[in-house]
T-cell receptor, first 115, second 115 residues
Framework: AQSVAQPEDQVNVAEGNPLTVKCTYSVSGNPYLFWYVQYPNRGLQFLLKYITGDNLVKGSYGFEAEFNKSQTSFHLKKPSALVSDSALYFCAVRDGNTGGFKTIFGAGTRLFVKA | ETGVTQTPRHLVMGMTNKKSLKCEQHLGHNAMYWYKQSAKKPLELMFVYSLEERVENNSVPSRFSPECPNSSHLFLHLHTLQPEDSALYLC??????????????FGPGTRLLVL
């Protein structure tokens, strides 16, 4: 069965400092991994995804994520946080072997960036 | 905006009411999804339609009834809901639906309160 864990409900970081939002996953087949962001009163917006190839994936707004197969992790990172990055971040996984339509989302991590 | 619109944005209903949520996508996609978002819980996939055919139904109570008259429109009909059904209901679309690496595009959601 597929699952996603985001171990931190909340991450606090000062503006200008690097940030990391953690995600671990479990799938039986090849993982297709996604990060989405949700701003207040908005739907989820796509940030980046890992399908195959380079383990370091670069996405929107300066975010990147590193796929680590041995640790089954896909942590989201940004070298220098902005106050405007404050939002709710969701990690998601699909099983690339079984196909289908089901995306499993984590519970979300709220990021607070302090000026 | 992502090209996916939802109406109404807010809805308050009694347990004996009947109401409908509407979703429209302007992206030319073939797959549409309903998700339920409750506080501090992962997004729950409710229904998936691909080319107007329901392809996923995640053990959702019968008081929720989806309808997809064409590939651009998706409805969620609600009747005799319970207070625990109060949540943010998100609609999403993706180009084909069957390709597991596809990004989903989300609407802003309908905030539902059941009294």
């Amino acid at each position: 069965a597929q699952s996603v864990a985001q171990p931190e409900d909340q991450v606090n970081v000062a503006e200008g400092n690097p940030l990391t939002v953690k995600c671990t996953y479990s799938v039986s087949g090849n993982p297709y991994l996604f990060w989405y962001v949700q701003y207040p009163n908005r739907g989820l917006q796509f940030l980046l995804k890992y399908i195959t190839g380079d383990n370091l994936v670069k996405g929107s707004y300066g975010f990147e994520a590193e796929f680590n197969k041995s640790q089954t992790s896909f942590h989201l990172k940004k070298p220098s946080a902005l106050v405007s990055d404050s939002a709710l971040y969701f990690c998601a996984v699909r099983d690339g072997n079984t196909g289908g339509f089901k995306t499993i989302f984590g519970a979300g991590t709220r990021l607070f960036v302090k000026a | 905006e992502t090209g996916v619109t939802q109406t109404p944005r807010h809805l308050v209903m009694g347990m004996t009411n009947k109401k409908s949520l509407k979703c429209e996508q302007h992206l030319g996609h073939n797959a549409m999804y309903w998700y339920k978002q409750s506080a501090k819980k992962p997004l729950e996939l409710m229904f998936v339609y691909s080319l107007e055919e329901r392809v996923e139904n995640n053990s959702v109570p019968s008081r929720f009834s989806p309808e997809c008259p064409n590939s651009s429109h998706l409805f969620l009909h609600l009747h005799t809901l319970q207070p625990e059904d109060s949540a943010l209901y998100l609609c999403a679309s993706s180009p084909q639906g069957s390709a597991t690496q596809e990004t989903q595009y989300f609407g802003p959601g309908t905030r539902l309160l059941v009294l």
